[in-house]
Each structure stands twice: as structure tokens, then as C-alpha cells.
């Protein structure tokens, strides 16, 4: 499968984004599927997953309801809406996913993860 990831851009504090994720090549029937961040000078972190499995979801704490993970299989596509934006969450967003056995847990590991989207650039302003 490959991931294309979209819906990045420049927004003020408090608004909102959609990201989507869109896979090829593939589907992500019976697969969890994370977003990952990466900010300048600073480590990439998990951010949300969901499992096509049993429908578990899961979101870091600092994003904890403010963003939603969502899946349409129909579209092949993982979305994470983003509600009231923070500058701190300026930031590159990468989708990916694993292999089947992996699971959506709280602690997400970036190198659980074997397949990534290019990244979209989500940057807030203040």
C-alpha cells in the first residue's frame, strides 16, 4: 500500500483543518493506521490511530478533544479533523501503517510503523 497524505496548511490559532490520508496500491482493511508529527528541532510523536479491526481509537493527550480519526473505506481514506488549533501543534503531519498484527495503542512507536505517507505541513499561527 502507499499513503498519500493532504489538507495541510496555514491556519489562525482556534481554527481548524482536515487531513486526510489516502491509501493506493492497497486498502487498509484490518490494519491500524496512525498520524505522527514532526516539529522543527524536535522528535517525531504519535498523535492518533485508529484500528480498521475493532474500531479502537486513540489520541495523545495534547490533542485529546480537540482532533478526531475517522476512517472511510469506501474511500480508502483516514481523516483527522483538527478543531481549535494551537501554534504548538505547527507541525509536519504523517500518516502510516503497519503490519496486521500491530495495534492502536496509547503509546504510539514510530518504528511500529512500516509504510508512510510524504507529510503535509499544518502550520498555526498567533
Known amino acids: 500500500v502507499q499513503l498519500q497524505a493532504s489538507g495541510g496548511g496555514l491556519v489562525q490559532a482556534g481554527g481548524s483543518l482536515r487531513l486526510s490520508c489516502t491509501a493506493s496500491?492497497?486498502?487498509?482493511?484490518?490494519?491500524?493506521i496512525g498520524w505522527f508529527r514532526q516539529a522543527p528541532g524536535k522528535q517525531r510523536e504519535g498523535v492518533s490511530c485508529i484500528s480498521d479491526i475493532d474500531g479502537t481509537k486513540r489520541y495523545a493527550e495534547s490533542v485529546e478533544g480537540r482532533f478526531t480519526i475517522s476512517i472511510d473505506n469506501a474511500k480508502n481514506t483516514v481523516y483527522l479533523q483538527m478543531n481549535n488549533l494551537k501554534p504548538e501543534d505547527t507541525a509536519v503531519y504523517y500518516c502510516?501503517?503497519?503490519?496486521?498484527?500491530?495495534?492502536?495503542?496509547?503509546?504510539?512507536?514510530?518504528?511500529?510503523?512500516?509504510?508512510w505517507g510524504q507529510g503535509t505541513l499544518v502550520t498555526v499561527s498567533s
Open positions: 496500491e492497497g486498502t487498509f482493511d484490518d490494519y491500524v
Open positions: 502510516a501503517t503497519g503490519i496486521p498484527t500491530l495495534a492502536c495503542v496509547d503509546e504510539m512507536r514510530a518504528d511500529e510503523y512500516d509504510t
